[in-house]
């Protein structure tokens, strides 16, 4: 099971950058999938998710009307679009496959694989 | 947004050592919560969800216990590849929402 993710690089503020992440080892069509970011030396940060069939989709408050997240389960990839990128979007970005357990009653959410990230500088 | 509190933010402990690492909800998330472990250049993983759920391959000696707004992260003799950063996490509803981290140093 592996995710990785390309695409990042150093861009200028307002610019644009493609992320894609490529998924292998199980069955992609079958798992949503999350991008997390992590500023240079602080913490995790939640960015999208996308259901397995796109049918849902969120963005956290920071990045929405800016970032889309899409996916191509024929290609078994993930990509985020950033769009008006700010210095404050420069981090490591890892793509994350949603595992999930249910009780029967209950269904409890995590990610359970992460690919090793990559990173995005925005600076002019 | 529901905001997830740590603590402590860091921590010294020794070798064996039982060390807690604590993690407060703004509300209350059931057992909605995630622990994961991240080294030095290195992505995080995933040790237990469902609150107290142990992932597959991870070592006995982490355990997750809580529900509603407190929750804690225990591990039961410090071994020298457990000191690293720990996050909680909740899905409890996006936004996902991390704790700040607490880092876990030798003494």
């Known amino acids: 099971v592996q995710l990785v993710e390309s695409g990042g690089g150093l861009v200028q503020p307002g610019r644009s950058l493609r992320l894609s992440c490529v998924a292998s080892?199980?069955?992609?069509?079958?798992?949503?999938m999350h991008w997390v970011r992590q500023a240079p030396g602080k913490g995790l940060e939640w960015v999208s998710s996308?259901?397995?069939?796109?049918?849902?989709?969120d963005y956290a408050d920071s990045v929405k009307g800016r970032f889309t997240i899409s996916r191509d389960n024929a290609k078994n990839s993930l990509y985020l679009q950033m769009n008006s990128l700010r210095a404050e979007d420069t981090a490591l970005y890892y793509c994350?496959?949603?595992?999930?357990?249910?009780?029967?009653?209950?269904?409890?959410?995590?990610?359970?694989?992460w690919g090793k990230g990559t990173t995005v500088t925005v600076s002019s | 947004d529901i905001q997830m509190t740590q603590s402590p933010s860091s921590l010294s402990a020794s070798v064996g050592d039982r060390v807690s690492i604590t993690c407060r909800a703004s509300q209350s998330i059931s057992s909605h919560l995630s622990w994961y472990q991240q080294k030095p250049g290195k992505a995080p993983k995933l040790l237990i969800y469902?609150?107290?759920s142990l992932q597959s391959g991870v070592p006995s000696g982490f355990s997750g216990s809580g529900s509603g707004t407190d929750f804690t992260l225990t591990i039961s003799s410090l071994q020298p590849e457990d000191f690293a950063t720990y996050y909680c996490q909740q899905s409890y509803t996006t936004p996902w929402t991390f704790g700040q981290g607490t880092k876990v140093e030798i003494k």
């Open positions: 080892g199980f069955i992609f069509d079958d798992y949503a």
């Open positions: 994350g496959k949603e595992g999930i357990r249910t009780t029967g009653t209950v269904y409890y959410y995590y990610m359970d694989v």
């Open positions: 996308i259901s397995w069939n796109s049918g849902s989709i």
């Open positions: 469902a609150a107290s």
